[in-house]
């Protein structure tokens, strides 16, 4: 026989990402303006380039302990005693490779065959997948432009059954922005915790926030830790993705056994980076403020620009750098977007990269200049008004 | 309910290592003398600090390709053009976070329930768990000190059965620092391709080998990718296995699959890790020169203390830093490692850490230095003549 090698059949569950397939396509066409990348476009803070120079110079290049640098669990505890109010210590953190293996970790760690998860959609890239890839059923809550994506906790509540292992959040949520209220986040935790659901709760955005937001976070309410899995990084306020430097939050027997997962999965995580992370911690905050207070600015131009696009239903977004357009119910975004990129060169993300429910939709990301963004919409808007759907 | 958390029961396949249970009991004791640590004791070479240092203030912090950084990719190819026969091209590369991504990519995405993977005890710690967290069984062979920890080839063939997806292969390996003969691999090989079986070789010590001898890698031999995994790595070659930069070689059309899982386990690797491996492979390789002689110097030496030692059956290993003697049959290794700890504080691994089979060895590494080296057969080789078993 010379066939190829036998997959574990679990891997059909992951799907190449819409993402991806739209940059590979643009990558073959010129003067394409990019609303599709997902990662800052700021330079990385000066004093975090210094701090990790440092930690390579001091020979910082060996493995660390299985959950991590000590020193950076300690920042991180101080970091959320003045953010949320549980009182966390050390063993209720484990640094992982970006927030990536943190979700893949929390959802493969929980997910299995004859459970459910709750997500709602559109919902991140990685959920959906990651529950099926653990042979676990994805029970999807819908929620829409229209409502600004907000969800309605009665509706996560209903859903769970005694199947139910976990839910998924992420708020600020990636692709649409929304932000929920503590009110939404509160009822959904609560409840799970009661019937002995996990929350697993992608925080990655919760520095970008705007309005003068409270940036709410599962770890605002008085819930066991034994039912929530935070999953967070330092990419996306720091500007540095590229470090891979993540990190989960749970109760200290829970991390127990996903530290122990960890070491399988990767062993353990980059070391001069998390030294990088420190100085991200306790360094000037300017930095992100200065980066939220872009991020903002180019939220409030995009809005309207938006406004002046025929046939989208769009919402004012509050967190994160994403905004997701409805198109007249019916239509294949997918198809939409490919035609808006053949034809007038700016690149989106379809909407069922994110979720069946989210054909009709397409994802902008503003993680790009506001000339950009006005080059954009200088095509878009004009291009618009000649389409009918 | 107040349950904590219900795990995927998978997981269970998972044990805390005992490397990390020796070195956690360690950490209580003084005056302890560590031949337990799996990485090398030299600082990583100046100029691959430097390199790293270079993309820092070039501001490479942003994602790469899901495959990795392509120049680091075209320089594994070159890299590998001339080391094995088999013709690479980038296609056939993806980088992943350490070796140990590698590997949990290979095992879990071939490994499935209702499948067998045939793995060779004493074993590296990941193997066997993996493939009982992807649901599989593992079907050991058992080799021995007496023979040096070599594989009758025949032995894994007529183990070969109709649901074997998967053979692991390790040489040098961790922790016997046995290498196989090009024959050994050559047959286990060929056979695997001819039943469709596909071999995954760990071939992260490929570097360190003594003797004069050849490294035989399964990329020497004449067959199809599509049946071939190699993990490998730059943290034991060139020191650096905080950085975490590994990789994994297949046939193009295996490495797209492998990929697409890559981007849900953890994304992407480390950026600027990815520019100082450029220059580690790259650059002047006299620091590797440099570092496996003095790995074949402390071999040597260790194999000699050994010699002196009552009790222990030793042997030659020819690679890695690693040396597994066994005690006398039926022994219980765990409880000896304990008490050597407890009695003279040398601190070294139990054997059932790396197979059900080795209970009566354990593993010495010498990634450390001839002086502390000496120092641990001082206290040995008296204690020993005490014991009886």
Redesign the interface.
């Known amino acids: 026989?010379?066939?190829?090698?036998?997959?574990?059949?679990?891997?059909e569950a992951?799907?190449?990402?819409g993402i991806?397939r739209m940059f590979n396509l643009a990558a073959t066409l010129e003067d394409v303006v990019h609303l599709s990348i997902g990662?800052p476009d700021f330079?990385?803070p000066a004093h975090i380039?210094k701090a990790?120079?440092k930690a390579?110079?001091e020979?910082?290049?060996?493995?660390?302990m299985?959950a991590g640098l000590p020193e950076l669990l300690t920042a991180l505890t101080h970091y959320y005693r003045g953010r949320c109010k549980q009182n966390l210590i050390e063993e209720n953190f484990l640094e992982t490779?970006?927030a990536?293996?943190a979700i893949?970790l929390a959802v493969?760690?929980?997910?299995?065959p004859g459970r459910e998860v709750i997500v709602i959609e559109p919902s991140f890239v990685?959920f959906q997948?990651?529950v099926e890839?653990?042979g676990a059923q994805v029970h999807r809550i819908i929620t829409t432009a229209e409502q600004g994506y907000q969800v309605d906790p009665n509706e996560v509540i209903d859903a769970i059954t005694p199947r139910t292992?976990a839910i998924i959040l992420n708020s600020p949520g990636n692709p649409t922005g929304t932000v929920y209220p503590p009110a939404t986040l509160q009822a959904i935790c609560h409840e799970a915790?009661?019937?002995?659901v996990?929350i697993i709760s992608d925080e990655v955005y919760d520095r970008i926030v705007f309005d003068e937001l409270p940036s709410p976070s599962v770890l605002d309410f008085d819930i066991?830790l034994?039912?929530v899995?935070v999953a967070s990084s330092f990419s996306k306020t720091y500007?540095?993705?590229?470090?891979?430097v993540g990190w989960l939050i749970?109760?200290s027997?829970?991390v127990k056994?996903l530290r122990?997962?960890h070491?399988?999965?990767?062993?353990?995580?980059?070391?001069?980076?998390q030294w990088a992370a420190i100085e991200a911690l306790k360094g000037d905050q300017t930095c992100v403020h200065e980066m939220v207070g872009e991020y903002r600015k180019r939220r409030n131009r995009i809005v309207e620009l938006l406004k002046a696009c025929c046939h989208l239903q769009s919402y004012q977004p509050q967190g994160a750098f994403y905004i997701m357009p409805s198109l007249p119910k019916g239509t294949d975004g997918s198809e939409f977007v490919l035609r808006m990129l053949h034809e007038i060169r700016v690149c989106a993300t379809p909407g069922d990269t994110f979720g069946k429910s989210c054909r009709n939709a397409f994802r902008l990301s503003y993680a790009t200049s506001l000339e950009r963004i006005e080059n954009a919409f200088e095509r878009m808007i004009p291009w618009l008004e000649k389409q009918s759907f």
């Open positions: 026989m010379n066939v190829s090698a036998r997959w574990n059949p679990n891997l992951l799907p190449t990402s991806r990662q330079p990385t380039i990790h120079i390579l110079r020979g910082k290049t060996r493995y660390t299985d490779t970006g990536g293996e893949f493969t760690s929980l997910a299995a990685l997948p990651l890839l653990a292992c915790a009661n019937r002995g996990t066991d034994d039912h899995i500007s540095i993705p590229g470090l891979r749970s109760s027997r829970n056994t122990r997962y070491t399988y999965t990767t062993t353990v995580g980059n070391t001069p980076g």
